[in-house]
Structure formats: structure tokens, C-alpha cells
């Protein structure tokens, strides 16, 4: 894997990669209002009894969400930016993660939790939900929990990648605090995200011949 920008420009196979996978990003992005409104909307499912909702009145937490799920990335990207390896691991990741989402979110279909809050995010809104500000049905597993993981699990420092994995810990907690999402939501984000980071990780390694 190249290790400085100078070196990931002139590897013809890193710059097809990060090509291949901004791509996949690009087609991820253009399906969701899509997949959201015409096929998920209507698409029924269970309710779940959520032990954690006996604990936790809902409380609107958006703002404190919304500054975790740009803030977190945005300092992980200023931090790193010097790195391709890693900026192409989180490219990787996400996509692979966020196509592993439209399908569990299509298969394992949930009804919003009693008592729910809608998340305000101006960004999902336009971007995702094609401007439908109280979509609410985007549950198993937890995009914003995944995001976070992310990063956490590429970042190698360790007082930032301590400060991150607190950061997703603590995001879980308000998003189901909120009832934006069940607890499973927030388990299931976390243990797809590890098993595809370790996956791409490895594959980068075969690919680049490194050990």
C-alpha cells in the first residue's frame, strides 16, 4: 500500500481502487431516496419490545447526533489526510457497509419504536430520504453508529482512537435513547462494521502484497 499521497498517485492499482469505490459511493448515494420512499416505506414488520426503553425516557439528543456523526469523521480526516492507506480503508468500508445496510434494512424490516423522536439531520434529509424530514424507518442497523466505527477501528493513535470509540459508544446510547433506534440496531452496526473492516483489511493486504 502506497504511504504518501505521491506514491498512491503514481500506483495505477490505488488510484483504480479509490476510483472503483468513490464510484460505488456515488451509485449508494443516487438508490437511497429511492430505496427509502418506494420500497422501504410501506414495507411492514414487528415492533420490538426494547428492554433499554424502560431505562431511558426519550429525549431529542440531535443536535449532540448530528455533531458526532460530521465532527467525529471531519477530525478523523484532518487527522489523516496524509495517509491514503486509511483514507481508502473508510471509502471502502463505508460503501461495503452501507450496501450491507440496504439489504438487512430491507430484509429484517422493523416498525419505528414507540415513542420515537425524529432525528432531525438536514444532510440524510436531502441527501437520503429525499427531503421526507420524519422518515423514521431506517433502523436495522445503525448507519450513524456504523460511521463512527469506522474511523475508530482505522485509527491506529491512541488517545484519538480512544476519544472515537467513545464517541460511537456514546452515539448508540442517544440514538436509542432518542428512540431513533432499538438496541439490536445499535449491536448489529458495530458487529457488521468490525467483520467488514477485517475483511477489507485483509483483502488490501493480498491486493498489495503486503503482510
Not at 419504536?113 to 431506517?138: Q, R, S
Not at 462494521?193 to 493486504?205: C, E, P, S
Request: glycine share 6%; net charge positive.
Amino acid at each position: 500500500m502506497p504511504l504518501n499521497w505521491k506514491e498512491a498517485i503514481s500506483n495505477r492499482k490505488y488510484v483504480l481502487l479509490m476510483f472503483f469505490w468513490l464510484v460505488g459511493l456515488a451509485v449508494f448515494v443516487a438508490v437511497l431516496p429511492h430505496f427509502f420512499n418506494n420500497v422501504l416505506l410501506n414495507k411492514p414488520g414487528p415492533r420490538l419490545d426494547d428492554f433499554a426503553f424502560r431505562f431511558l425516557a426519550p429525549k431529542d439528543w440531535s443536535p449532540v447526533i448530528f455533531a458526532l456523526v460530521f465532527g467525529a469523521p471531519a477530525l478523523f480526516l484532518f487527522a489523516n489526510f496524509s495517509s491514503p492507506e486509511k483514507i481508502l480503508v473508510i471509502f471502502q468500508c463505508y460503501v461495503v457497509v452501507n450496501f450491507l445496510r440496504i439489504i438487512t434494512l430491507y430484509l429484517f424490516t422493523l416498525e419505528t419504536p414507540e415513542g420515537i423522536i425524529p432525528l432531525v439531520d438536514p444532510f440524510l434529509e436531502k441527501v437520503a430520504y429525499g427531503g421526507n424530514a420524519a422518515y423514521t424507518k431506517d433502523l436495522f442497523f445503525s448507519g450513524h453508529t456504523s460511521t463512527l466505527f469506522i474511523i475508530s477501528l482505522a485509527e491506529k493513535r491512541l488517545g484519538l482512537r480512544i476519544a472515537l470509540i467513545l464517541s460511537t459508544i456514546l452515539i448508540g446510547i442517544l440514538l436509542v435513547w432518542q428512540r431513533v433506534h432499538y438496541t439490536i440496531d445499535v449491536i448489529g452496526a458495530l458487529l457488521v462494521t468490525f467483520a467488514v473492516y477485517k475483511g477489507i483489511v485483509a483483502l488490501n493486504r493480498l491486493s498489495f502484497g503486503r503482510n
